[in-house]
């Protein structure tokens, strides 16, 4: 038994967190905005050490369904990356995309599958290379993987080492929207427990 | 018709009812939902078991609904309270699957595979049988145990309503 990584996650490190998902969700937000030809926003990232039984609360309940790229990221830090939203929204998003008529079938089309995939796949790159650029660490996303199925099933299946060391998780959950309600989504990244000494150490940041 | 009360069971949570009432957990992805039932004295239980083994833990856990090695004895112990006779006890498995599969490095754990066998495992030694089982594959479930009629409802996005 060894000590719990998370009990040493001060106001000040969790601040530093935030900051990460904010540069990371920018960079992924304006890639976004490129690629739809309008601005979305970004609210501010949401960092905390959450229940499990609460990770999903910010998407709309464990049953909500969603499409999500999901994208392993390993090297110097590791963990899961999210790019997550509710079919619907999905389907919003997807017809304003050049050339694209998004269907009312219940199920995405191949051609709406991978251009949600490569969406997915674009943002995380800018999150991530945005997430290297400010540490200086290695980190390689897998290929992606777009899933269509309920939050809690997905993110709950994330959590399995935060299972090992205690009851709660932290997620860094950075919500984007497109106008008032047009639609929103969120990028959620869940490093790894061991993955904040090497994040805080590149970033000089000191660990009580 | 009187609707039934439904007792909502969270991840890494057991929850135990009897005579009549519904036990719901949702979201399972890896995670396994593991009910319990004694026919004759309708006393039902569930856990949404998110570990096989207590082992694996760093610190000592709060929640013996985590693991599949202490769900299972704490939701029998917890039944055996409300009167049912372990020897009576059937039970039903869904979850455990691999929602990371396709990904390399994604589901290196394989967490949900080793839930299942787990509880298969525990419970064989337990002589406690199997009456219905949905488990693995690459998607989310929804499940609902029945108290009254003992039967298990799985609902996925994809494959709909199955009944155990």
Known sequence: MSVNPLNRLADF??????EIGNIGAGHAASALSLLLGKPVNLGVPKVRLIPFEETCDSVGGPEQVVAAVFLRVSGEVSGNLFFLLRVEAARVMLRKLPGMAAGPCESFSGLESSALGEIGNILAGSYLSAFADLTGLNMQPSTPALLLDMAGAILGSSLAQYGEIGERA???DTRFLRGEEEWEGHFILIPDPDAFDPIFRSLGVPLP | MIREEVVKVGMADLRTIRGSGILRTTGLGSCVGLSLYDPVSKV???A???LPSSELAWTPSVSPAKYADTAIPELIRQMTELGALTGRLEAKLAGGAQMFASVSGGDSLRIGPRN?????RLLQERHIPISGEDTGGHYGRTIEFHCGTGVLYVRSVQRGVREL
């Not at chain 1, 490190?13 to 935030?18: A, E, G, H, K, S």
């Not at chain 2, 299942?116 to 298969?120: A, Q």
């Open chain 1, 13 to 18: 490190q969790l601040d530093v967190l935030r």
């Open chain 1, 170 to 172: 932290l997620l860094i």
């Open chain 2, 44 to 46: 039902a239980g569930m």
């Open chain 2, 48 to 50: 949404h078991i998110m």
């Open chain 2, 116 to 120: 299942t066998e787990t509880c298969r």
